[in-house]
């Protein structure tokens, strides 16, 4: 085939491949895959790399013949193990990677189509892969039946390139078509950590039976078809296909946002004012930080009933109120954007703790005079 037809073709298994490793496609990746589509016709002079470099494709045209060595399986596994060295030892090699490989073998399947194929089994020469057994299917060069299939390989990539910038993947795709709940939970799980994420769903609340429409910001997974949301009041919602969930989900859909990093802090202390600990936490948090809390605490109120308290991604707003807490054993957990420092939560010795520590060293004082 020629040139622009190989052209087509990359840039369609480019798209293609950026998809299933969700990797968005970008200008740099899709000119790299071109390039890399024109490789295999080293072994021809008149092809374009051939006339770059005239000896070498004279010597390999000579010793191999045209679409042999150049176009055979053995050659696309040595580009893919390239192609798994760069990934596996520089993560920022991925997408130049990605694109070399899918356009070199983008071309031996462009040539598959025509009426000679390729030898795909080099250096086994008795057999020609050809994509139709037929041979008033395949292609021949120069005519109708190459154009066309440069037309379709064009209009592919419009669909494909829209696919490939959602970085959904293909089984994201998929999930996204579905609006499955426990596939949306199994793809979280793979990329949680990294970014903000949402899940846009169509339900039913358990406790009232009204429909629940919109975008919910993920806190985190609580089992294989339940999410914790923080809903648009800022309470921790658990949504999930049962109805012993908060929300019951016919429809969800996962979307990734911007870039966020997690920030754990565990705190334990034995008593300490509410508003003390309420305002330390404020100080830490900024509009752009989420903070939800999980563990246990007793609360005290002005009667001096304690009750004790399990919580669960609770955020700052719903904490429960008190006078003071008592036995606290607290995870806080931080979630905001990569530029955001979170401070150590620092809070200062309780005032009764103080005033106390103050009567004790005044008698000490006292009794050694």
């Given at each position: 085939m020629i040139t622009p037809t190989h052209l087509t073709f990359s840039q369609t298994f480019y798209l293609t491949t950026c998809i299933f490793w969700s990797s968005p496609a970008s200008p740099i990746g899709a000119f790299v895959a071109g390039l890399a589509s024109f490789l295999p016709d080293f072994d021809t002079r008149v092809s374009l790399p051939g006339r770059l470099l005239p000896w070498l494709s004279e010597w390999i045209h000579e010793h191999f013949g045209h679409r042999s060595i150049t176009h055979s399986f053995l050659v696309q596994i040595v580009t893919w193990i390239t192609f798994y060295f760069l990934v596996r030892y520089d993560q920022m090699t991925l997408h130049i990677a990605i694109a070399i490989a899918s356009g070199f073998f983008s071309h031996i399947c462009a040539d598959m189509l025509t009426k000679t194929g390729v030898f795909f089994w080099w250096p086994n020469r008795r057999y020609r892969c050809v994509a139709w057994k037929?041979?008033?299917?395949?292609?021949?060069?120069?005519?109708?039946?190459?154009?066309?299939?440069?037309?379709?390989?064009?209009?592919?990539?419009?669909?494909?390139f829209y696919a490939a910038q959602t970085e959904r993947g293909a089984s994201g795709i998929i999930r996204y078509a579905l609006g499955d709940i426990e596939m949306a939970v199994q793809e979280y799980q793979k990329s949680r950590g990294f970014h903000q994420w949402f899940l846009k769903l169509n339900g039913t609340s358990n406790q009232n039976l009204e429909r629940i429409n919109g975008k919910f910001y993920i806190i985190a997974v609580k089992n294989e078809n339940t999410f914790y949301l923080l809903s648009n009041e800022g309470e921790t919602i658990t949504a999930s296909t049962s109805v012993t969930g908060d929300w019951f989900v016919s429809k969800a859909i996962l979307e990734k946002d911007s870039v966020e990093k997690n920030t754990t802090q565990v705190f334990k202390k034995e008593r300490i004012e509410f508003e003390k600990l309420i305002d330390a936490l404020n100080i830490v948090t900024k509009e752009s930080v989420h903070c939800f809390v999980t563990g246990s605490l007793t609360t005290e109120d002005k009667q001096g009933n304690m009750v004790h308290h399990n919580l669960i991604f609770t955020t700052i707003k719903n904490m429960p109120k008190a006078i003071y807490y008592h036995a606290l054993n607290l995870k806080f957990q931080f979630k905001h954007s990569p530029d955001i420092t979170i401070a150590k939560l620092a809070i200062e010795n309780d005032k009764l703790k103080v005033q106390r520590d103050d009567i004790m060293d005044r008698w000490t004082k006292e009794a050694l005079k």
């Open positions: 037929n041979g008033d299917y395949r292609v021949k060069v120069k005519e109708n039946g190459e154009l066309l299939w440069s037309i379709v390989m064009a209009i592919l990539c419009v669909p494909l």
